[in-house]
């Protein structure tokens, strides 16, 4: 099953934070978390694995919660190069052969 | 980069005729995927490939069928190509990425469908 991120779309000033929420209704085994920016591939940013865990590096971090079905993604003091599409990817426990669903994106505009 | 291109980038073909696309990667990887993009529907997964001549529907795999005769290719074909199939298609492949298990996209390639 598809998981749903909201918002769907945000918009920012530069220096703004923002949160992105990826939830879905079954239990996960992981959460994996990509930018697209416009006319590339999706790019890989972290991945979560434990329920509890919280993961990233300097401005942009991610949380898993510990029911392990709900996850977000998190960017603080916003830059212009933040600017894209996140979506989360998610396997669900039990899963096989890596397969990852993908929700349908938040659309994050960061303006000057 | 983990080594993985497709081809043609970009293609515009008419309605009725077949069209393959190819994943080429060079880093002896298993897994490899086949998704379709399209505008407020994200990612999905049309077919993937857990090694050669191991494949498996994904969500969306009507209309389309895959190969995989050596490692390095994996094909994707769209036996009679329809205007629904106007998409943007990327293959994936599973690798460690930061130390983690995870996908990691090629270019992707762009198909007109008129």
């Known amino acids: 099953q598809q998981p749903v991120q909201s918002p769907q779309a945000v918009i920012l000033r530069e220096g703004e934070d923002a949160v992105i929420n990826c939830s879905s209704s079954?239990?996960?085994?992981?959460v994996h978390w990509y930018r697209q920016k416009h006319g590339e591939a999706p790019v890989f940013l972290m991945i979560l694995l434990k329920g509890g865990e919280q993961k990233g590096h300097e401005k942009i971090s991610a949380s898993f919660n510990e029911k392990k079905q709900q996850s977000s993604l998190y960017l603080t003091a916003s830059q212009l190069s933040y600017s894209g599409t996140y979506f989360c990817g998610t396997e669900v426990s039990g899963g096989s052969n890596y397969k990852l669903t993908f929700g349908k994106g938040t659309l994050l505009t960061v303006n000057p | 980069d983990a080594g993985i291109t497709q081809s043609p980038r970009h293609k515009v073909t008419e309605t009725g005729t077949p069209v393959t696309l190819r994943c080429h990667q060079t880093e002896n990887h298993r897994y490899m995927y086949w998704y379709r993009q399209d505008p407020g529907h994200g990612l999905r997964l049309i077919h993937y490939?857990?090694?050669?001549?191991?494949?498996d529907k994904g969500e969306v795999s009507d209309g389309y069928s895959v190969s995989r005769s050596k490692t390095e290719d994996f094909l994707l074909t769209l036996e009679s190509a329809t205007s629904s199939q106007t998409s943007v298609y990327f293959c994936?492949?599973?690798?460690?990425?930061?130390?983690?298990?995870?996908?990691?996209f090629g270019p992707g390639t762009r198909l007109l469908v008129l």
């Open positions: 994936a492949i599973s690798t460690i990425l930061a130390g983690e298990e995870t996908q990691y």
């Open positions: 490939s857990y090694g050669v001549k191991d494949t």
């Open positions: 079954k239990a996960l085994y992981s």
